[in-house]
C-alpha cells in the first residue's frame, strides 16, 4: 500500500511510497501529527541519485519489522533536500556541530517543536565499525523520549540556542579589494596539486569556480601562475576517469586525488558550471581540448538530461543494472579489456585498452576499470580515436541505462541556461542558444507563474509547492543576463529585473546581508544562511554577481549598492578559504575590473557582437541591436548612434567611456582579447 509520499513530485520522495514506513512529506499536518500523538519525529533527508540513501532505503526503510515499530512510536518525515534545501540546511548545519562531520542520508530526531536532540547519517541493518544499527536508534531515542523527557527538552533547547547564537559576520567593512584579492590566490597556491590539477587531496571535487575566478584574474591581471593552475586544472580532469571519455560530461567527484575513480552520479549543476569554465578556457587560451570538452559537455546535457519540455533534469544516478541484474555503482560506465575485444576485435581492442588506460587488473572494482586518457604523449590517429569511441558508446546505449532524477531545479536550469547560451554563441551552435531559450522559457512559464515570484521545482511541466530560495533567483537571473547578452533580446534583462527585486525585498538584510530563504518564508528553527560556495555558487555570492552584472547593464544604484554590500562577505571569507568562495572571488573580480559595459550599436550575431561576447574582461556585460528599438530593450544602448553608418562599438567603466570605434581588432584589445 502506497503511504503519503505517492501524493508528491518529488523523484526521491516517490522512491518511497510504496515503503511499509508511513512517511508524511514535510509539512505542518506532520509536527501537529506528533504533537496529538505525543511522539518524536524521524527526519530522513536525502536525494535521488544518493547511493547510500537507497542502501539505507533498501536495508531499513523496507524492512516490515523495522518500519511497524517506526510507525508505531515516531511521526516520520521524509526530505529531499533538492527541493527544501532550507530544511537540508538548517538540520545539517546542527549535524555538523554535533558530530563534526554530516551528509547523506541525513537522520535526524526532532521534537514535535521542530527542534533537534539526536544526529547521525546512515545507520546499518546491524551494528558494524561502532556504529549502532538504526534499530537500536530507534529503540534508544524511544526509550528517552518515555524516560528522559526533561534531558531529551534541555539538549534540543540548547542546540536551538547554539544555532542561533551563530549570526553571520557579514564583513561589511567594505568590499574585497586587491589585498584579499591576492591571498586568494596565496591560499590557492598553496592548496594546489602540482602533479595532478585541483586543490586539495582526496575526495577531489571539480573546483569550477575556483576555476573561474583564476580566469578572471588572469584576464585583468596577466598572472600567469592563475592560468596555469586554471588550464593544467582542467586538463587533468578532461583526460581523467572523472569525465565520460565516450558520452561527455562530468561525474560527482573523484574518490582519489588522481581523477580516476569518480562517484558516478552525474549532477546538472557541475555540468553546467564545468561547461561553462571549459568554454570559458578556451576563450583565454584557444585550447582545442578546453573547446572539445565545452561542446561535449553541453551536447551531453541536451541529449540525457533534458526533459520533455524543454528544462534540464537535476541527476543520474550512479547506480545502475549490470549484466548479472544486479545494481551497482558505475556498471554502465566501466570496462574490462575482454568486454572491449568483444566490441570493437583484438586489433581495435588492443588499441582502445592502452588508449583508455584499461588494465587487466582494473582501476576500478572486479577488475573493471574508468576509461581515463592514458597520456602516454605519442601521436594517435584522430580518426581511429573517433571510430573506436562511436562504437563504443553504441555498445553502452544497450546497456541498463542509471535512474534519471527528472524534477527540474530552477537554479540549476539557471546556471544550464548560462553555459548553454556562451558555448552556443562562441562556437557558432545556434541549436544550443535555442535550447537554453527553451529552458528560460519554461522558467518563466511555470516557474515564475503568475505571480513573479520563483518555484524552486517543476516535474513534467507542473510547479512544486516549495518556494524558491536565493539561489535560484540568483542563478536563473544570472542565466537570463547571460541569455539576454548572446540573443540581444531585451526580455531576458527584464525578467532578470523582476528576480533581482524580490532579492532586494525579500532576501536582503543589515549591512548587506543575504539570507537563504525569503522574509515571507515558513519560519524554521534558524533562518539559513550560507555564503560559502560549495557544489554550487551559494545564493549569496550568485546574488551579488547577478547584481552587478544588472547594474552595470541599467545603471541602477539600488543594485549596484547591495552587489558591493553583498560583497562584504567575500573581504571576510577570501584570505581565509578561496576554495569556499570561488563565485564571490569570480565577482570580485568582476567589481575590480568595472565591470566593463559594452554596447554594440548593430546586429546582433555580427562581427562586433561576437568580438564583444568573446572579450575576456571579467564579468564585461554586453548589450547588441540595432533600429531605434534597441534603446528601450537595453538602456546601454540608448544614444548609442551607428558611426558612420557602419555597426559601432561603446566600452564603458567606472562612468568614463572609451572612444567608440568600428574596428572588431580594437574593440577585441579593449576587452582583454
Not at 575482454?338 to 570493437?344: C, D, G, N
Request: proline share 5%.
Amino acid at each position: 500500500m502506497a503511504n503519503r509520499l505517492a501524493q508528491t513530485t518529488s523523484p526521491y520522495l516517490l522512491q518511497h511510497a510504496d515503503n511499509p514506513v508511513d512517511w508524511w512529506p514535510w509539512s505542518p499536518d506532520a509536527f501537529e501529527e506528533a504533537r496529538r500523538r505525543d511522539v518524536p519525529v524521524l527526519l530522513s533527508v536525502g536525494y535521488a541519485s544518493c547511493h547510500w540513501c537507497h542502501v539505507m532505503a533498501h536495508e531499513s526503510f523496507e524492512d516490515e519489522t523495522v518500519a511497524a515499530y517506526l510507525n508505531e512510536r515516531f511521526v516520520a518525515v521524509k526530505v529531499d533536500r533538492e527541493e527544501r534545501p532550507d530544511v537540508d540546511a538548517v538540520y545539517m548545519e546542527a549535524v555538523q556541530a554535533a558530530t563534526g562531520h554530516g551528509g547523506w542520508p541525513m537522520t535526524v530526531f526532532l521534537t514535535p517543536d521542530a527542534e533537534p536532540f539526536y544526529f547521525g547519517t546512515y545507520f546499518p541493518p546491524e551494528p558494524r565499525h561502532g556504529s549502532p544499527s538504526f534499530q537500536q536508534v530507534l529503540e534508544g531515542v524511544s526509550a528517552a523520549w518515555s524516560d528522559r523527557r526533561e534531558e531529551v527538552a534541555e539538549v534540543a533547547g540548547r542546540i536551538v540556542a547554539d544555532l542561533a547564537g551563530r549570526s553571520l559576520a557579514h564583513g561589511g567593512d567594505g568590499v574585497p579589494g586587491e589585498p584579499e584579492v591576492a591571498q586568494a590566490l596565496l591560499g590557492l597556491t598553496r592548496e594546489y596539486d602540482e602533479q595532478h590539477g585541483g586543490f586539495g587531496g582526496a575526495p577531489k571535487f571539480p573546483p569550477s569556480m575556483a576555476v573561474e575566478f583564476l580566469l578572471r584574474h588572469y584576464a585583468r591581471t596577466g598572472s600567469e601562475g592563475a592560468l596555469q593552475m586554471a588550464a593544467d586544472t582542467c586538463s587533468a580532469m578532461a583526460r581523467g576517469g572523472i569525465y565520460d571519455q565516450l558520452g561527455g560530461g562530468f561525474a560527482r567527484y573523484s574518490v582519489d586525488r588522481e581523477w580516476v575513480v569518480p562517484h558516478f552520479e552525474k549532477m546538472l549543476y557541475d555540468n553546467a558550471l564545468l561547461c561553462r569554465v571549459y568554454a570559458h578556457l578556451w576563450r583565454t587560451t584557444g585550447s582545442a581540448e578546453a573547446r572539445r570538452i565545452a561542446l561535449e559537455t553541453a551536447d551531453f546535457m541536451v541529449r540525457e538530461l533534458r526533459t520533455t519540455e524543454g528544462g534540464f533534469a537535476s541527476a543520474l544516478d550512479a547506480d545502475s543494472e549490470d549484466a548479472q541484474g544486479k545494481h551497482v555503482e558505475g556498471a554502465f560506465y566501466v570496462w574490462t579489456p575482454a568486454q572491449l575485444r568483444a566490441v570493437l576485435g583484438e586489433e581495435d581492442g588492443a588499441f582502445a585498452t592502452a588508449y583508455f588506460g584499461v588494465t587487466e587488473a582494473g582501476t576500478f572494482e572486479e577488475g573493471a576499470s574508468v576509461l581515463q586518457l592514458s597520456g602516454d604523449g605519442r601521436p594517435v590517429d584522430a580518426g581511429r580515436v573517433a571510430d573506436v569511441r562511436a562504437r563504443l558508446l553504441a555498445a553502452r546505449e544497450e546497456r541498463s541505462r542509471p535512474g534519471r532524477d527528472d524534477k527540474v531545479v530552477a537554479a540549476w536550469n539557471g546556471l544550464a541556461i548560462a553555459a548553454l547560451a556562451e558555448t552556443g554563441a562562441y562556437f557558432d551552435r545556434p541549436d544550443l542558444v535555442e535550447r537554453a531559450t527553451e529552458a528560460a522559457d519554461l522558467l518563466v512559464r511555470v516557474h515564475l507563474g503568475e505571480v513573479a515570484r520563483l518555484t524552486r521545482t517543476s516535474k513534467d511541466g507542473r510547479a512544486g509547492t516549495n518556494a524558491g530560495v536565493l539561489e535560484d533567483y540568483g542563478d536563473v537571473a544570472e542565466g537570463f543576463l547571460a541569455l539576454a547578452a548572446v540573443t540581444g533580446e531585451g526580455a531576458w534583462l527584464e525578467f532578470a529585473g523582476f528576480l533581482l527585486d524580490v532579492v532586494l525585498e525579500q532576501f536582503t538584510g543589515e549591512g548587506g546581508q543575504l539570507y537563504d530563504t525569503a522574509h515571507e518564508a515558513e519560519k524554521l528553527i534558524r533562518r539559513p544562511q550560507d555564503p560559502t560556495d560549495s557544489a554550487t555558487p551559494a545564493g549569496w555570492t550568485a546574488a551579488a554577481g547577478a547584481l552587478l552584472s544588472y547594474a552595470a547593464y541599467t545603471g541602477s544604484e539600488a543594485h549596484r549598492t547591495a552587489a558591493e554590500g553583498a560583497l562584504g562577505v567575500v573581504k571576510a571569507l577570501a584570505p581565509r578559504a578561496p576554495r569556499f568562495i570561488g563565485w564571490g572571488l569570480a565577482v570580485a573580480e568582476a567589481l575590480l575590473d568595472g565591470p566593463r559595459e559594452v554596447a554594440v550599436a548593430g546586429p546582433v550575431g555580427g562581427e562586433l557582437h561576437r568580438t564583444a561576447l568573446l572579450g575576456r574582461a571579467p564579468g564585461a556585460v554586453v548589450a547588441a541591436g540595432e533600429g531605434p528599438g534597441a534603446g528601450a530593450e537595453f538602456p546601454l544602448l540608448v544614444d548609442r548612434p551607428l558611426v558612420g553608418g557602419v555597426p559601432t562599438a561603446y566600452v564603458c567603466r567606472h562612468f568614463v567611456c572609451d572612444a567608440p570605434t568600428t574596428d572588431a581588432a580594437e574593440l577585441a584589445v579593449k576587452l582583454g582579447g
